[in-house]
């Protein structure tokens, strides 16, 4: 069982920045990516941003590139979402997951979201 835990969420104006932490414990010897979704309200949960476990490569929405930079701190089980020159098309609730391999498959874990708010 895997638990996973985002902070940092809060309210920003637009052109500011925020920096979001997510966290994984429990079984999590074997992580294989993180990363992060949003949803907005009346919207569909939308990726964001993910990072390769081992060797570190990212992949981003073409709605963020340029803009947001994701990382991961394997000693820690922890990816971050520095997220730069925000608009107010940002503000969502935003996910993370951890995909951890176990018993021959990736299952993926997701935590409760962490609000995001920018004002214009």
């Known amino acids: 069982q895997v638990q996973v835990v985002e902070s940092g969420g809060g309210l920003v104006q637009a052109g500011g920045s925020l920096r979001l932490s997510c966290a994984a414990s429990?079984?999590?010897?074997?992580?294989?990516?993180m990363g992060w979704f949003r949803q907005a309200p009346g919207k569909e949960r939308e990726f964001v941003a993910a990072?390769?476990?081992?060797?570190?490569?990212?992949e981003y929405a073409d709605s963020v590139k340029g803009r947001f930079t994701i990382s991961r701190d394997n000693a820690k089980n922890t990816v971050y979402l520095q997220m730069n020159s925000l608009k107010p098309k940002d503000t969502a609730v935003y996910y993370c997951?951890?995909?951890?391999?176990?018993?021959?498959?990736?299952?993926?874990?997701w935590g409760q979201g962490t609000q995001v708010t920018v004002s214009s």
């Open positions: 997951h951890a995909d951890v391999y176990s018993d021959y498959e990736i299952r993926r874990y």
């Open positions: 429990g079984r999590t010897d074997s992580t294989y990516a």
């Open positions: 990072v390769s476990w081992e060797g570190g490569s990212t």
